[in-house]
Structures are given as C-alpha cells and as structure tokens.
C-alpha cells in the first residue's frame, strides 16, 4: 500500500495505537527503562520462537557459511551496550497533513542494557569474500506491505555493520529478550532509529549488491511526493523530553502544580553525539533558558537534565530545546514529510499553576 | 470533567492510547501473558514507589490499626491466583457516538499469576468492628478528575473483600510487580473489571458508610444519561477473542491467509463462570459453527477454543461468540452507554483467502 496522507485519525491508525505503545513519559525518570515501558513499534505479528529449534544463518558473500545455535552465540566474547532506541515516526501524529502509519506524539522512546555479541566478530568468523558490500538482516516476522508478502529486512552498509557497538543481543537488561523485543536474537545499532535494529533475527546475508527491498527502498526515506527517492533515515536526531511535572488530569492529561519551585526534570539524546545544552521555555514570549546538563555517562545513552522553575498562578506552556555537540537543535516547529520521520521538534507541556490552597478546595 | 460523546478520534484519545495499551492478539497464544504484553490503563501517572520506606496502612473500623512492611506481608501465609484480567472500557472506541476516554477496541485483556496475601487474612487481623460494611483502597497515584484533585480508590462490599480469592499482590508470573503494573503491592479481585484492583495499594479502610469517590459513584457505572445515577460495573461478562490467522498487512493490520485448513484458535472468558459453548462464524449469512472449548484449568483465566476452517479463495469477515455456565451470551452488536464500559460484542477479523501460488507472485 502506498503511504498516503488523511487529515484524521482513523480506525486503522487507533488500531496500530491500541498494540503498539509509546513509554509513558514520567518513565523518563528512570536510568533504564523497566520491562514493558520501552517504546514498541512492531510492523507485522509478534512470532513465537522455541529457541531449541532456533538457529542463525549467516550466509552470502563469505566463506564460511555458518548456522550459530543460542549456545554458539554465548560462548561467543559477551558486550553490554546501554541504548536510548527511538522510532523513526516519533511525533509523527504532530504533522498536517498526518503522514499514514503508528501515530506517535512524543513517547516512542526508551533506553535499555543490551546484551550479547559483537556483530563482527560473527562476520570475521564467517570470512567475507572480496566485494561484499552490505549485510542484510531477515526477521522472522512477515506480513503484507507495499502490495506484497514479506520478512521484516533491513540492511546496513559494510561500513555501518562493522563498527564495534553493532551486536546481535540475547538479553535486555540481564534477562532473555521478551517476545516482543525480539526474542531469541535482535540487532541493535546504537545511534540509529530503532527501524535498523531488526527484532526475532534468524538470518545474515552478505550481499555484493545494495538490497533493494520494501524496508530499504521504499520505507524509512525522506521524501516529499511518492515518485523521489528520498534520502534513507539512519541516525537519531536531537531530542529532549520533559517528565510532565504536578498531576495530570484524566483523561486530558494536562497538567496541574502548585505554586512555587518546581524541578522540571528530563532526558535529551541524539545519535551524532553527545548533548552540550539543553534549553527550556515557560512559554513566556520565546525566550529560552539554559537547564543543567549531565554529562554523558554511556555513548549511546540518554542524558539527564533539570531545571528549576519558580512557578507562579497561571497557565503555562513548557517546552525544552537540546543541543548535540555537532551543533544540531531541535526545531520549534516539526518539518514535514510523507512518511513522517525525523520529526524531532520541541514537546509542549501545558500546565496550570495554582496555589495549593485553591488547589486542594477544587 | 464530565463525560462527553464525540464522533471524531481526537488528538487526546491518542494521547491515552500511546501510553496505554492492549494486549496484542497474537499473544493470545500464551497461557500466561509474558511481561509487557498485559493490557495497561492507568488514569495518573506512574508512581515511583521505594519499597523500603513504604508500608501498607490498614485503618478504619478495625480494632488492631496496621502498618504493614512488604516483610511483614510476605510473611503471611501466600496465594497464587491465574487471572484474566479485562478493563471495563474494551470495546469502547467500538460505539457510536464514541464515548470520552481510553478508545479500546478488542485487545484490553491479558492474563497473569499473582502472588500475595489473602485480603480477608488481613481483614481479620485487623479485627473489624461491628458497623464495617465496606473496604476502602488507596492507591498512591494521584490526579484531577471530575473537577478535584484525588487519589485513585475504589471500594468492595465486605462481602466481596471477604472471598477468599481477592489478594493483596506483591508479584506478577514470580516477578516483583513491574512499576506499571503497581509496585510495591496491588490488589485483585479476580473475575471482576480491572478497575477494582487497585495499584500502588498503599491504604485500606474499613468503612461503615458507602464511599461516595469518584471512581465509585460516578465513574465505572452504567447508565445513558449524566443525571442517572447507574448501575456500578463488576463482574467481566463473557468474551471471545481469536488469534487474527496468517499474515497480517500493514499498516492495515487486515490478514491474508493461504487457501485450506486453517486452524482458528482463540480464548474465551467470563466473571460469571466458565465459559461452556464458542461459537464461530465465517460471514456466510450470519450461521455459526460450534468450536471445541478445553475445559477450565484455573477459576479465574481464560480457557482455550479452537476451530478447524477450510478456507476456500474470497474475502471473509471472522468472528467467535462465547456462552458463560449462567447463559450470557456475546452480543453481535455494541450496546451503547455513556461511559462506554461492558462493550462484549464478537470481533470482528478481515481475511483474504488466497492460493499460495498467487499470493507468492503478489
């Protein structure tokens, strides 16, 4: 099915919304994001895997085919990376007109410790042969997209597959991967939108050609009208995230605080490099004020912000703005394209600031 | 805020179905739904709750006031009770006009095996006063609904607080309970909504008057009109679901299907009793077949049904209807009411029969 545009929100795009799920953003307070809080974006069925029939088959252009069984792959060296993982389609539902596809706000976010081997180790052991160019990675999920039946694949160039944080992860955060991860064995790519890090893993291909197929070609492109090319999406652009402070309300969720200090508290992440500043709005005319940034403690993680707001009676619109150290900044407002990627422009938090005694006689 | 009808899927529906979410039908396959697969509705936010400084407080009508320690818990005699669990509201998004809240469709169910206390042994050690007529449980979530700040509570009559299978929960399938799903300590009242069972649990009182709080007087009641007062929702009425069969398309999520014998399995469940008949239909004017139900293993969960269907090449509109011991029967059409709660009508499943051949040459 070719993507198209609809100005609202659709049982088809509810539907998506009911299975898949953002993290709930007060879930920004934890260092790692428990079990069943990360974002998931799953295009096709979750397939139930009974890893004693399980194996990994790495074939192609190498000269040594291999098929690794989940013992294979332990007695393999074991690494740890800890992964803020993002979709591509993140604030999708913030664009007009609404590119088609799993209608995210803000939340499709989530960091997790990802265990297992380093993807190269695998492809030395299998010895590429001269001119292989890409390796493409098969999932055992299929389903029907772009008009035909297919595994879920995506492939990485030879340069990309071969850096040292690339692993295929048995384990998140020290237990076996859920189903819904990807269990027995995903890809993790640190750095990129979480498209590239293909979930319930059972075969590697070495390729001499690029892969031309629905996920590459077509799929995860930045393009403006069907006919472009477009340019693929790969790396996670700049993003900060507030936990929205006070209480919410229900169902609207907006937000009420007391009077008075009030520590708004955050992550920011961008997969070109570190964050250097992490701004904040009170929505008081534009004008923006520089919150504390933590340094980065892992590579490929998230880090923490905060800043403290003096907050006086009234209504507020709360916005943070972050800053990568390649210079990249979240824009205000989000870019438009057809499929709904990179679309990283600030969050808006509306809050409602009362003083506690009118508050608790409501 | 009062409750509202609107035909449109606005952005604030969205907002609760990115953070919350159903279970995805796939995972009907498991007898006990993995972690993170359970359906999730949570009106506030997450609470971060250190066990260490939390104790559950049991006042009220009591003779023996408590502050109990998760140790103090766990050294109390312990249950473990297989539930299917279901939020009142599944099926919501289904009715026309659509009432204000979580737009479920079918997937807001899950099943789990909690471990806990006997509420009833907690009850009787605190010693209850004559007067005692209901129990009051707090959660530590908190937020602004109906016009006034609150604490999530529900009450139970003391007779339902009595029956021996309604637990004081600490673990989920011999886990700690996840954040999201009430850490430290929850309770479950098996066969009733999940509305009841009250997460982050942090007191309970006795009371000798009818709680008149929000979720309990107004909230969770059945009725087509703001002034009436209604009739509170309880126990889970019967429901089958099915596990969509082949492939599944996306972003349309319909399924595409090969041409022969085509093995439809699904569960079924009910608060009244086990489940004695499933029905299927496969849209051919309406007749339905009978489906083999397995007997009932657990009180409280799900039982299994399977069907046996040959499929010839066309388009199909599957759908299953179960019939509970007391004789409630699913209904093929929504039955409408203002809170959109009790929505147990037969899914609805979109299949396209192929022959292999053809499907393959797509």
């Not at 007695?75 to 007009?96: F, I, K, Y």
């Not at 075969?203 to 996920?215: D, H, K, P």
């Not at 006070?246 to 070109?272: C, K, L, M, N, Q």
Request: aromatic residues 8%.
């Amino acid at each position: 099915m070719p993507i198209s545009v609809d100005p609202g929100i659709s049982k088809m795009e509810l539907a998506l919304a009911a299975r898949n799920h953002g993290m709930p953003l007060e879930a920004l307070t934890y260092d790692v994001t428990p079990a069943g809080l990360h974002y998931l974006l799953i295009h096709y069925d979750i397939p139930q895997v009974a890893v004693g029939s399980w194996t990994l088959t790495v074939d192609g252009a190498i000269s040594r085919p291999l098929a690794l069984t989940m013992e294979d792959i332990k007695s393999l060296p074991q690494v740890t990376e800890r992964v803020t993982m993002e979709c591509a389609g993140n604030g999708r539902a913030r664009l007009d007109p609404r590119p088609i596809g799993q209608p995210w706000l803000d939340e499709a976010v989530g960091t997790a410790e990802w265990t297992g081997v380093r993807l190269v180790e695998v492809l030395m052991a299998a010895g590429l042969e001269d001119g292989a160019i890409e390796v493409l990675f098969s999932g055992m999920d299929r389903g029907v997209e772009g008009g035909y039946e297919q595994p879920y694949e995506r492939s990485l160039a030879m340069g990309d597959a071969s850096r040292p944080e690339v692993i295929l992860a048995h384990s998140m955060n020290g237990q076996p991967l859920l189903p819904q991860h990807g269990f027995p064995l995903r890809l993790i790519v640190p750095g990129w939108y979480g498209m590239t890090s293909v979930k319930w893993l059972h075969r590697i291909t070495v390729l001499t050609e690029a892969f031309q197929g629905y996920q590459q070609s077509h799929s995860y492109r930045i393009r403006t009208q069907e006919e472009e090319p477009g340019e693929p999406v790969s790396r996670i652009l700049p993003r900060s995230l507030m936990i929205p402070p006070g209480v919410p309300g229900y169902p609207d969720r907006e937000r009420f605080v007391s009077a008075g200090e009030v520590t708004i508290r955050g992550r920011a992440w961008s997969g070109f490099g570190p964050i250097n500043r992490v701004e904040v709005s009170v929505g008081d005319g534009g004008s923006w004020i520089d919150a504390n940034v933590e340094p980065a403690t892992h590579h490929y993680a998230w880090q923490s912000w905060h800043h403290i707001w003096n907050a006086a009676v009234g209504s507020y619109v709360l916005s943070s703005r972050a800053t990568d150290a390649t210079g990249l900044v979240q824009p205000l407002d989000p870019v438009w394209n057809l499929g709904g990627y990179l679309v990283n422009a600030t969050q808006s938090v509306t809050v409602t600031v009362t003083d506690r005694s009118a508050a608790s006689a409501r």
